[in-house]
Each structure stands twice: as C-alpha cells, then as structure tokens.
C-alpha cells in the first residue's frame, strides 16, 4: 500500500488488517512514489493513496503536485506491471464543480485546479497501463474525506 500513513490509508490499513489481509503500509520515508519502486516483496494487490491533496496548496506550486500525484501513479503503475500486481488506484476531485448532486460516473471530467488535473491525468496514466499492459487497474472516486486526523489549511 502507498500512503498507508495518511489520513484515509491510516483507515484502509486498519481495516484491511481487521479482515484479514497482510498488509504493508510503509511511511513515506520508507517508500518515495517519486523514485522508481523496488522491492523484494510481490503482493497480488497494490493500494496507491500517496500523493499530495490539499487543494489550496497545489494553486502554490502545481508542478510539485503534478509530479507527486501523476509521476507517482505511473511510478506505481509500473511497479504493479513488473511484479504483476493488481493495482487499486484512489482518486478524487476530478468532475469540477458540477450541477448534477449526486453527482454520477458518466459527468465530464474537468480540472478545475491544479490538484484536479494532477488526479485526471493519474486516472489516465492507470487507464493507458489498463489498455497497453493488460494491467488490472481499478480507480475509486473518493470525495468529501473528512474526520479527525485531516490536514487543514489556514
């Protein structure tokens, strides 16, 4: 699991361990989704949350999230590929604002900021190693994560 440390994967984690699983949620000290992955372990299943999420933040330095949230998937993506993992990749924040509550899988996507489009072009990164590789890759769209625990911003 990446971001296996964060405010939603510290959840994931927990919850997976509770039913069962083994898993393994390395810190990002452990684990830099910048730097080509190398390990000895082979899961069957990866859960990619790391990467960079507070909106407000991604508006002071765009290509700092870009490369975390869209480098680090296809860093991830070809980690899954070379070790035959399957990969479930969480993402957010990728319909823009929208009329349309609830809003439904078919609404266009639209980047509205630069955390928006570091996500979309993730979501698309997942969806070229799903078309090229044969990569069994499964996107979840998460929104509205809140709770204690959650970074803000002032």
Do not use: Q
Not at 16 to 27: D, I, K, M, W, Y
Not at 51 to 72: H, L, M, Q, T
Not at 134 to 154: H, I, K, Q, W
Request: charge should be neutral; glycine fraction near 10%; include cysteine.
């Amino acid at each position: 699991m990446t971001g296996g440390r964060g405010f939603i994967g510290r959840r994931v984690a927990s919850h997976l361990e509770a039913a069962g699983f083994n898993v393994s949620a390395p810190c990002h000290a452990d684990l830099d989704v910048l730097a080509p992955l190398v390990t000895s372990e082979r899961p069957d299943v990866v859960v990619h949350l790391a990467g960079r999420s507070v909106i407000a933040e991604s508006w002071k330095d765009p290509a700092a999230f870009y490369g975390v949230n869209a480098g680090g998937t296809v860093n991830v993506l070809d980690y899954c590929r070379r070790v035959d993992a399957r990969l479930i990749n969480i993402n957010g924040y990728c319909y823009g604002r929208t009329e349309v509550l609830p809003t439904p899988e078919s609404e266009p996507l639209r980047a509205t900021n630069p955390y928006a489009l570091s996500k979309l072009a993730a979501e698309e990164s997942c969806n070229f190693f799903r078309d090229c590789f044969g990569l069994a890759v499964t996107t979840l769209r998460v929104f509205n994560a809140y709770g204690p625990g959650r970074p803000t911003v002032s």
